[in-house]
């Protein structure tokens, strides 16, 4: 009989999409303390593309991209207590190596995936529903009433962002790219929406706050759209900084944040967040209760076949997706 054979995309040197090589892989069997999981989807970030260009350098090269998918257990290793072969799970943790069909994975970074959530779901939503569920509970807890700025409302993250900030009674002002992405974002639960292409951030957040400012904003672009965000702040605001997708991270005087206007900027990291949490299984079960019953939408702005992970990546990079993109590995 003979071994299906195993396959992955990987990266040879730092580059464009174009540096991405889909290769044959040889698996081992799981070691100790580590669970295999055959994939069934591969989740799709901006990381990824930071780690493709040599922004964030992987650990060696060649190496594969990714760091979350969902699949099943196919095997465990020696001590592994929390999983069995069967056990639907995902994963948005290190080390880097996703984007592949199979893959040996350590256990303290793995959840299990009920029922009422699919694959593609999972590997959709779970990086970006971990990092919803830091900002909302650990980074910047809202309170009602407040009033706060979501940029990029209508993307894979900001989509889970602005509904789950729903929940709490706050006022959202959605950020997006162009006229076709603003009904998308009133939808998910904005209550107003700026449309970057016809009216610059810090003239449409004074409009409709009639110059007050806001509470918070949630920015992953960095450079200009930082400090614009700084500006629109009310005081003791709060900016939370999600990424560099557009510049490096700037560098902030702190005389620019108080006293007179008492700011506080955040850049968390939500790997930290899941190598720190004493239960990561149940910040987990609270992401997926809520797309189980529907309290959450996750929208899958794109499929492709593993093998078509330069498309994904020039899709992303494009900034025309709306929601989440996955890869999907071939059955074997």
Not at 63 to 71: K, Y
Not at 233 to 257: I, R, T, W, Y
Request: a neutral charge.
């Amino acid at each position: 009989m003979n071994t299906p054979t195993e396959y992955g995309v990987h990266i040879h040197a730092h580059g464009g999409p174009q540096a991405m090589q889909y290769e044959p892989i040889q698996v081992p069997p799981p070691g100790p303390r580590e669970v295999q999981i055959r994939q069934h989807a591969v989740g799709v970030n901006y990381l990824d593309i930071y780690h493709r260009r040599g922004v964030f350098p992987i650990p060696s090269l060649p190496g594969a991209l990714g760091v979350e998918a969902a699949g099943e257990v196919v095997a465990v290793g020696r001590d592994v207590q929390r999983f069995k072969p069967g056990d639907r799970v995902a994963y948005a943790c290190p080390p880097v190596g996703s984007y592949v069909s199979l893959r040996n994975l350590p256990d303290h970074g793995i959840v299990k995936v009920p029922s009422g959530v699919s694959d593609e779901q999972a590997a959709a939503a779970t990086l970006q529903g971990i990092t919803a569920h830091m900002l909302l509970h650990r980074v910047a807890p809202l309170r009602k009433g407040q009033t706060i700025v979501i940029h990029a409302a209508a993307g894979g993250l900001g989509s889970l962002l602005t509904q789950w900030a729903r929940r709490f009674g706050v006022r959202i002002i959605g950020v997006v790219g162009s006229e076709a992405k603003a009904g998308l974002a009133a939808s998910l639960g904005c209550d107003d929406v700026i449309v970057e292409s016809s009216e610059p951030l810090v003239q449409g957040v004074r409009r409709l706050t009639d110059g007050e400012g806001v509470d918070v904003v949630f920015e992953g672009l960095s450079g200009r759209v930082f400090h614009e965000s700084l500006t629109v702040l009310k005081p003791f605001g709060h900016l939370v900084n999600l990424g560099q997708a557009a510049e490096g991270l700037p560098a902030v005087a702190l005389s620019d944040l108080g006293p007179a206007r008492s700011l506080t900027v955040s850049v968390p990291g939500v790997f930290a967040y899941v190598r720190t949490h004493p239960d990561l299984q149940s910040v987990a079960d609270d992401l997926y209760g809520l797309i189980a019953s529907g309290g959450l939408r996750v929208g899958i702005g794109g499929r492709f076949a593993l093998k078509d992970a330069r498309d994904a990546h020039r899709a992303l990079e494009s900034r025309g997706t709306t929601g989440s993109l996955v890869l999907l590995p071939e059955r074997t």
